[in-house]
């Protein structure tokens, strides 16, 4: 199954947020977080910064599918 397009795209997304708007970003988390797999996971891999995407994608597949 794909994962649900987000209604909030990343770059609007860190709009809100550097605006200090979190609330206006909360209701997409889930969705924003499948987006940003792709890239997490390439961010660890080069950098090594002790992150588990993995372990986050696996509880984020638990949490969308409930």
Known sequence: AKPPMPSLGVEDAMALLHAGN????????????????????????????GMNPEDAEAKLKRLVSS
């Open 22 to 49: 979190a609330e206006g970003v909360k209701s997409h988390l889930a969705a924003l977080a499948v987006q940003l797999m792709p890239l997490l996971k390439l961010i660890e891999n080069e950098l090594k910064l």
